[in-house]
């Protein structure tokens, strides 16, 4: 029902800035909260941050909060993930992730999520 497409990763110097994209094609994107998460190699996936359907409420994690920030343009099916002052630990793979419910919150357990694009790799280098 949800297709997910990310783009934007890239090769960056510590202290940089990215912004990754997702596009959604389907029509239940715009009733799906929407999180990021990412992958380092040999590690767990994580939760990155979310934002509700209606983009009002945006959700991170400790690590990144104050550095990313979520948002989504409903009129385009996209969701985006502004990154800044990057870090070497912030090197991974980046999923963005569509819930399986309509019209709930993002959560941070990946089992929440039914729909997940292939990744974009984000590297820092220090």
């Known amino acids: 029902q949800v297709t997910l497409v990310e783009s934007g990763g890239g090769l960056v110097q510590a202290g940089g800035s990215l912004k990754l994209s997702c596009v959604a094609s389907?029509?239940?994107?715009?009733?799906?909260?929407m999180g990021w998460f990412r992958q380092a190699p040999e590690k767990e996936r994580e939760f990155v941050g979310g934002?509700?359907?209606?983009?009002?409420?945006?959700y991170s994690v400790d690590s990144v909060k104050g550095r990313c920030t979520i948002s989504r343009d409903n009129a385009k099916n996209t969701v985006y993930l502004q990154m800044n002052n990057l870090k070497p630990e912030d090197t991974a793979v980046y999923y963005c992730?569509?819930?399986?419910?309509?019209?709930?919150?993002?959560?941070?357990?990946?089992?929440?999520?039914?729909?997940w694009g292939q990744g974009t790799q984000v590297t820092v280098s220090s």
């Open positions: 992730a569509a819930v399986r419910s309509l019209f709930t919150s993002p959560g941070y357990s990946a089992g929440e999520y039914g729909y």
């Open positions: 389907g029509s239940t994107f715009r009733n799906r909260a």
């Open positions: 934002v509700s359907w209606s983009g009002v409420n945006t």
